[in-house]
């Protein structure tokens, strides 16, 4: 993992295509902006997380079953 240090306003970019902004520090709490192509999706990690949980259950259950029976 790489740590920066970013202070207020400053930014740091990834890849020539995503742009990570530090909008405002609050004691212990950080807002981000994230600019990104419309391509790229941008998720939380626990919202990411769900429906990386959401794709696995629909392959390993019943997803496959119906994909068998239209087969």
Known sequence: MLALSRRKNE???IDNHI???VLEI???QVKIGITAPKEIPVYRKE?????QEANKA?????GLDAL????
């Open 11 to 13: 930014s740091l970019v």
């Open 68 to 71: 068998k029976k239209l087969l």
């Open 47 to 51: 919202v990411y997380l769900q429906i």
């Open 26 to 28: 609050r004691g212990d």
């Open 58 to 62: 629909a392959v390993d259950g019943a």
């Open 19 to 21: 742009e990570v902004t």
